[in-house]
Structure formats: structure tokens, C-alpha cells
């Protein structure tokens, strides 16, 4: 692992002799590698779907997991999206003259060398390093062992780009030890790397960040609320909750719990079950809830549970104020939603809410970096410091300092 690190690490040099117009011209030569490869990466990905079924991974993952030739042209349009970027190295973010005629400059800079640990979906593979290489960063990753076959053939062919282009293989590689050890053997070796994005489940968040001596932007789970106010269009409000929830439940970014106005509960409750009982949703609900309609009891457990799949809790609050006062208690800070139309109620719940990303009657579908204008994201950051949200290349950099004199001391 030292060696390998040791060898991503020095590649970095190679990184910083090349011109956006270089980055661009091999982001675009990968993208249509993947095209080109779009056979050979199906077949790769039908050896992990096969062994998914095998070991009986759940539809939610099996979906993550499934490439077919939309998704791999998805893969390969998003790298051409992160190539049209502005180049996010060498921007001069703030420049002065100080008082001893110093010329400040403050420019953005690659981070260095970063480590991404993921699961299950195996476009993470191509979007991560597309990200790191168009700001100038090595990225070393380690993805699940579900999507095993579908990485190593992702990176083969992003790989083969660069060694056209006489640059090291080593800018974009999976780790050669993937296990548990593996892997807390990488976020320790801080003399060689310079960041860690863990994105998975909770045990993986927690384990990383409680071991690595390596900083850590965390991707935490995505537990996404919605509330439906009393002023809500309730049309509008039906067709976002069923959105945030099926449109693909097995997400960060799609909702977990539905809280519903007590004002307007009788009414609403009864056509909710309808629509989500029509796209086959697992209810679950409060007592007030089951007092109108019948679904399975929600437990303390149950609205702290990032499902992953079609299972919806509801909630039955007392307005604006008791859907904060949930969210606060078992929000992650990933994405939440109001629906209303009052937007006095919709600016105190934007203000209240300490999330990444906060919405007004919009789906929570929308948090990832292709909706952001990013191209792709490394994840979506629930940290506070750095880099929060959909973290695309501008979160892959951080800044130094240029100063220009002409002979001053310091007096």
C-alpha cells in the first residue's frame, strides 16, 4: 500500500504541467473510450449483476449496481460535462497591494491526492475521476466489492486514455487491497494522501471517520425529508413527494420520511396512500397517521433509517414548526423540502433548517451535480467546513497564497 500510494503521490508532479486545454482534450478521449467500450463494460457489469443475485443484494442495490448502454452513455456525457467546465486551477480568488507593497495573490491550487471510498454504483467510478483529473488531483478509489468486475473495467479504459497520452497510469487507480484492512491502511497513510470521501452507509461513515488520520469530507447518509403544509397546492405536493420517493428510491438524495400538516391530515393522508399505493411504496406511519389511514406502525428506529428502498414513513405534525422541530431531531443534513405556497412559511423553514441543500416546493431528487450545473460530484458533502453539498470540482481544490515583491523586509 506504501508503495502504491508512494507512486500515486509523485504523480501528482505530472498533473501540474498540463493545460486546461490538455485536461479537456483527454476528458473528452475518455468519454468516448466508454462509448467505445460500451460492450465489453455491460458484459463486465452482468458478472457483478449475476453474483448480486447470487448473494441476494436487495432490488435498491441491484438497481445502483445495473449498467446498460443509457447509463454507460450517461457516464461518458457527464465527462464531457466536466470538460466544458472552467478550470478550477490557477483562478486568482482575491488579489491586493498591502501596506508594505507586497502584490497578495490568493490562487486556487489541486488538493493533491484523494482518496474515495464508495458502493454499489460503479458510474462513480468514471465521474470521480473525471472530477479529480479536471482539477488537477490523483484519485485513489476504492469501490465495493458488489461492483467489483464493472470498476476494474471502468478504470482499465480511463487508464488506457492516460497511457495514450504518455501520462502515468497511476493518476486514476483502484486501491490493490480492497479490504476491510486495505482500507484502514489508506486513511491513515496521511504522508501520502491528502483527503478522504467516504460514501456509503452509516457503518462506513462512522468507521472512517472515527480511524483516519487523513482529513475526512463525509458523504452521511441521505436522510431527506418533505413536509406538506397546510397551504400546500396539493396536486403540486403529491407529484413532488411521489418523485422524491420512486423515481429512484435507492439514492441519497430521495426521501424518507413525509411529514404531513395535522390541518389538512384527513383530507390528504387518504389520497397520499392512494398514489403510493399505486407505485407499490411500504408505508409507515405515526399514530396520528394510523388514525386515518392504514399503514404499519413507524417506529423511533424507522424515522432514523436511511431505507434505500420503497418504504416511506409519514409523519403527521403540527405545521411549519413541528415539521422543523422533526427534522432537526433526525435530519442528516443532507437535503430537505417545504410545499407551500406561503412563502413567509416557506423562508422561516428555508432559515431554520441546517442542511446542505433546502428546498421550496421542489423534489429532493434534485441534490447531485449533474442538476447543479458540477457535471458529476465526488459526493454529496454533509460537512460544514470545506466543501458542503454536491462536491464538484470546486470543492476538489483549496488555495495558496502568491505573493510578489520588490526587495521589502520586514521592518
Known amino acids: 500500500m506504501q508503495a502504491f500510494l508512494a507512486e500515486a503521490k509523485a504523480s501528482s508532479r505530472v498533473l501540474a504541467t498540463l493545460s486546461g486545454r490538455q485536461k479537456n482534450d483527454i476528458l473528452r478521449q475518455m468519454a468516448k473510450a466508454l462509448r467505445n467500450e460500451s460492450t465489453f463494460l455491460a458484459n463486465e457489469n452482468e458478472k457483478d449483476m449475476s453474483a448480486g443475485k447470487e448473494n441476494k443484494l436487495s432490488s435498491a442495490l441491484m438497481d445502483r449496481l445495473f449498467l446498460d448502454a443509457s447509463r454507460i452513455e450517461a457516464m461518458a456525457s457527464a465527462i464531457e460535462e466536466i470538460a466544458a467546465l472552467k478550470d478550477p486551477v490557477g483562478r486568482i480568488l482575491d488579489g491586493w497591494i498591502n501596506e508594505d507593497g507586497l502584490n497578495m495573490q490568493k490562487v486556487s491550487i489541486p488538493i493533491g491526492v484523494i482518496g474515495i471510498i464508495y458502493e454499489?454504483?460503479?458510474?462513480?467510478?468514471?465521474?470521480?475521476?473525471?472530477?479529480?483529473?479536471?482539477?488537477?488531483?490523483?484519485?485513489?478509489?476504492?469501490?465495493?466489492?458488489?461492483?467489483?468486475?464493472?470498476?476494474?473495467?471502468?478504470?482499465?479504459?480511463?487508464?488506457?486514455?492516460?497511457?495514450?497520452?504518455?501520462?502515468?497510469?497511476?493518476?486514476?487507480?483502484?486501491?490493490?487491497?480492497?479490504?476491510?484492512?486495505?482500507?484502514?491502511?489508506?486513511?491513515?497513510?496521511?504522508?501520502?494522501?491528502?483527503?478522504?470521501?467516504?460514501?456509503?452507509?452509516?457503518?462506513?461513515?462512522?468507521?472512517?471517520?472515527?480511524?483516519?488520520?487523513?482529513?475526512?469530507?463525509?458523504?452521511?447518509?441521505?436522510?431527506?425529508?418533505?413536509?406538506?403544509?397546510?397551504?400546500?397546492?396539493?396536486?403540486?405536493?403529491?407529484?413532488?413527494?411521489?418523485?422524491?420517493?420512486?423515481?429512484?428510491?435507492?439514492?441519497?438524495?430521495?426521501?424518507?420520511?413525509?411529514?404531513?400538516?395535522?390541518?389538512?391530515?384527513?383530507?390528504?393522508?387518504?389520497?397520499?396512500?392512494?398514489?403510493?399505493?399505486?407505485?407499490?411504496?411500504?408505508?409507515?406511519?405515526?399514530?396520528?397517521?394510523?388514525?386515518?389511514?392504514?399503514?404499519?406502525?413507524?417506529?423511533?428506529?424507522?424515522?432514523?433509517?436511511?431505507?434505500?428502498?420503497?418504504?416511506?414513513?409519514?409523519?403527521?405534525?403540527?405545521?411549519?414548526e413541528g415539521a422543523i422541530e422533526h427534522i432537526v431531531r433526525f435530519g442528516s443534513g443532507h437535503s430537505e423540502a417545504i410545499i407551500t405556497e406561503n412563502i413567509t412559511v416557506a423562508e422561516l423553514f428555508m432559515n431554520a433548517i441546517d442542511a446542505a441543500a433546502v428546498y421550496v416546493n421542489a423534489s429532493t431528487r434534485f441534490t447531485d451535480g449533474g442538476s447543479f450545473g458540477f457535471g458529476a460530484e465526488v459526493g454529496i458533502s454533509t460537512n460544514k467546513l470545506h466543501a458542503r453539498g454536491p462536491m464538484g470540482i470546486e470543492g476538489l481544490t483549496t488555495y495558496k497564497f502568491k505573493i510578489y515583491g520588490s526587495g521589502q523586509v520586514r521592518k
Open 120 to 320: 454499489s454504483r460503479p458510474n462513480v467510478t468514471s465521474d470521480t475521476a473525471a472530477l479529480c483529473f479536471k482539477s488537477s488531483n490523483v484519485c485513489v478509489l476504492k469501490g465495493g466489492k458488489e461492483a467489483q468486475n464493472s470498476n476494474v473495467a471502468i478504470a482499465k479504459i480511463l487508464q488506457d486514455v492516460l497511457e495514450a497520452n504518455d501520462l502515468p497510469r497511476a493518476l486514476i487507480s483502484l486501491i490493490p487491497d480492497a479490504s476491510r484492512a486495505g482500507v484502514d491502511k489508506l486513511i491513515k497513510m496521511d504522508k501520502y494522501v491528502d483527503l478522504i470521501i467516504p460514501r456509503g452507509g452509516a457503518g462506513l461513515i462512522q468507521h472512517v471517520s472515527q480511524n483516519a488520520t487523513v482529513a475526512v469530507v463525509k458523504h452521511d447518509k441521505g436522510q431527506c425529508h418533505t413536509y406538506i403544509d397546510k397551504e400546500a397546492n396539493f396536486e403540486k405536493a403529491l407529484a413532488i413527494a411521489l418523485n422524491a420517493k420512486v423515481q429512484r428510491p435507492g439514492v441519497c438524495n430521495s426521501m424518507e420520511t413525509l411529514l404531513v400538516d395535522a390541518a389538512i391530515a384527513k383530507d390528504a393522508l387518504p389520497k397520499i396512500k392512494v398514489a403510493f399505493d399505486a407505485a407499490h411504496t411500504e408505508l409507515k406511519g405515526d399514530a396520528k397517521t394510523q388514525n386515518i389511514i392504514d399503514v404499519e406502525n413507524a417506529t423511533e428506529e424507522d424515522y432514523d433509517t436511511e431505507y434505500l428502498a420503497n418504504i416511506l414513513n409519514i409523519k403527521v405534525v403540527e405545521g411549519v
